[in-house]
């Protein structure tokens, strides 16, 4: 007797379902408990997509290809019928994107559909780089956790590979807000992922990471402690209140800085610090220096090396972050400083640069240029001076002096285009420097 064709055809699937049967792992769904309603936020504050990484560990499960039919109404396709089990992660530690690629572009999408204005768009061929390097905040993406049930589709009838595939994945990211203006990370946020797809879709692991990555980036769009930042005027930053004012005696000024290099030199020194080394120089014949705050950052203590090549231990005794400018005290009982210009200069006048540039062994380099201009810092709103003379990282902290050896300013930036230097560099003016710390000469 010949059996139904029906029932040949349903013991066939159910044996073709059977052949895998991993079961799916439990997924932790994202939580509102600190989600608001963003409102409107100011176009003042930009935000730029920085990196993302994952810190998995290698061998960690991730995932499960699980057995039984795909959720897709009407297909009764097959998952996994070839491979079940759990997926481990197999990378370890890595980047999956910077600034460009799809995860930078879907950061982007999100958080402008939400009200937030994110720069860095990469159709932009020109001034993507200077948004970029320019916004408010830099967002960085850790993705600390990953776990998918995925179903790779098999055919009902006879188990063959569709090439396609579901799911669910959850994601979840700390998320680390940096100021460009407080140079910190001034934030770290949690958020989840989550998304179900009953789409077949190629590459279907990939698109449902995207979507997950998607979704976590929504929910810290509208996290709390995020939309904080940009409804409060986080950006103004009150200027650094010292109890007391430090008193420096004045020097004469120097009439020629030929006649008085070698002291000028004397006075000028390497600052070196855990994050690297700068430069500096003394304003006070008992051991107090002005160099800049992202030379020593937030170390205690720094070492000094002078120009006859001795090095000696040195105090950091105050500091503006804001400013970037710190002042240190060197273990020295007799220090030869510079005499210091608090009167305005001009463009056109002839500055002078010295400092250690690249590595210490520069140490007392010399470079001559103009002012070409002043400027006012876009999100610190402080002053600046802009020359063509020559500096490079390891000058940061050195003086810039007038024509006849007179401090007017201290180094603290230059901009590069690509590894070539732009001839454009700017100088904290050394009145402001001196105010920013509460020192005062008499």
């Given at each position: 007797?010949?059996k139904?064709?029906?029932?040949v055809?349903?013991?066939?699937?159910?044996?073709?379902?059977?052949?895998?049967?991993?079961?799916?792992?439990k997924?932790?769904?994202?939580?509102?408990?600190?989600?608001?309603?963003?409102?409107?936020?100011?176009?003042e504050?930009?935000?730029g997509?920085?990196?993302?990484?994952v810190?998995?560990?290698?061998?960690?499960?991730?995932g499960?290809?699980?057995?039984?039919?795909?959720?897709?109404?009407?297909?009764?396709?097959?998952?996994?019928?070839?491979?079940?089990?759990?997926?481990?992660?197999?990378?370890?530690?890595?980047?999956?994107?910077?600034?460009?690629?799809?995860?930078?572009?879907?950061?982007?999408?999100?958080?402008?559909?939400?009200?937030?204005?994110?720069?860095?768009?990469?159709?932009?061929?020109?001034e993507?780089?200077?948004?970029?390097?320019?916004?408010?905040?830099?967002?960085?993406?850790?993705?600390?956790?990953?776990?998918?049930?995925?179903?790779?589709?098999?055919?009902?009838?006879?188990?063959?590979?569709?090439?396609?595939?579901?799911g669910e994945?959850?994601?979840?990211?700390?998320?680390?807000?940096?100021?460009?203006?407080q140079?910190?990370?001034?934030?770290k946020?949690?958020?989840?992922?989550?998304?179900?797809?009953t789409e077949?879709?190629?590459?279907?692991?990939?698109?449902?990471?995207?979507?997950?990555?998607?979704?976590?980036?929504?929910?810290?769009?509208?996290?709390?402690?995020?939309?904080?930042?940009?409804?409060?005027?986080?950006?103004?930053?009150?200027?650094?209140?010292?109890?007391?004012?430090?008193?420096?005696?004045?020097?004469?000024?120097?009439?020629?800085?030929?006649?008085n290099?070698?002291s000028?030199l004397?006075?000028?020194?390497?600052?070196?610090?855990?994050?690297?080394?700068?430069?500096?120089?003394?304003?006070?014949?008992?051991?107090?220096?002005?160099t800049?705050?992202?030379?020593?950052?937030?170390s205690?203590?720094?070492?000094?090396?002078?120009?006859?090549?001795i090095e000696?231990?040195?105090?950091?005794?105050?500091?503006?972050?804001i400013?970037?400018?710190?002042l240190?005290?060197?273990a020295?009982?007799?220090?030869?400083?510079?005499?210091?210009?608090?009167?305005?200069?001009?463009?056109?006048?002839?500055?002078?640069?010295?400092?250690s540039?690249?590595?210490?062994?520069l140490?007392?380099?010399?470079?001559?240029?103009?002012?070409?201009?002043?400027?006012?810092?876009?999100?610190?709103?402080?002053?600046?001076?802009?020359?063509?003379?020559?500096?490079?990282?390891?000058s940061?902290?050195?003086?810039l002096?007038?024509?006849?050896?007179?401090?007017?300013?201290?180094a603290?930036?230059?901009?590069?285009?690509?590894?070539?230097?732009?001839?454009?560099?700017?100088?904290?003016p050394?009145k402001?420097?001196?105010?920013?710390?509460?020192?005062?000469?008499?």
């Open positions: 007797m010949r139904p064709f029906f029932l055809l349903s013991l066939t699937a159910l044996m073709l379902s059977a052949c895998n049967m991993t079961q799916p792992i997924l932790t769904k994202p939580s509102v408990e600190h989600e608001v309603v963003v409102g409107d936020m100011t176009s504050k930009s935000l997509f920085e990196k993302a990484i810190t998995i560990r290698r061998g960690d499960t991730i499960a290809y699980v057995g039984g039919r795909t959720k897709k109404a009407g297909s009764g396709h097959l998952c996994n019928y070839f491979n079940g089990g759990n997926i481990t992660w197999g990378s370890g530690k890595t980047t999956l994107a910077g600034r460009d690629g799809d995860l930078s572009d879907i950061f982007r999408d999100t958080l402008t559909s939400i009200g937030y204005k994110v720069v860095g768009d990469n159709s932009i061929v020109f993507r780089e200077s948004e970029l390097n320019n916004a408010t905040y830099k967002v960085a993406a850790r993705v600390t956790d990953i776990k998918a049930n995925l179903c790779q589709l098999n055919h009902w009838w006879d188990g063959r590979p569709l090439g396609k595939s579901n994945i959850m994601i979840k990211i700390e998320w680390s807000i940096y100021s460009t203006l140079r910190e990370t001034i934030k946020i949690k958020t989840t992922g989550y998304v179900e797809s077949e879709r190629e590459d279907g692991f990939l698109m449902l990471f995207f979507d997950a990555f998607a979704d976590a980036a929504e929910r810290l769009g509208h996290n709390k402690h995020f939309v904080t930042i940009f409804r409060e005027d986080t950006t103004a930053v009150d200027p650094v209140h010292f109890k007391n004012t430090i008193l420096i005696a004045k020097q004469p000024h120097y009439r020629s800085l030929k006649n290099l070698k000028v004397d006075s000028v020194v390497t600052v070196r610090s855990p994050s690297g080394h700068g430069s500096g120089f003394f304003i006070s014949d008992n051991g107090y220096a002005l800049n705050y992202h030379v020593v950052g937030e205690k203590e720094a070492t000094v090396k002078l120009s006859a090549g000696l231990p040195a105090e950091i005794i105050r500091k503006d972050k400013r970037d400018i710190a240190i005290k060197v020295l009982s007799k220090s030869m400083p510079l005499p210091l210009e608090l009167n305005n200069i001009n463009q056109l006048d002839e500055v002078i640069a010295i400092g540039p690249i590595n210490e062994n140490q007392g380099s010399i470079t001559k240029g103009v002012v070409s201009a002043f400027r006012v810092d876009e999100k610190s709103k402080q002053n600046l001076i802009q020359s063509d003379v020559t500096i490079q990282p390891g940061s902290g050195g003086p002096l007038n024509s006849t050896g007179n401090v007017v300013g201290v603290v930036a230059g901009y590069t285009l690509g590894d070539s230097l732009a001839g454009t560099n700017l100088f904290i050394i402001e420097s001196l105010d920013a710390l509460k020192i005062v000469v008499k």
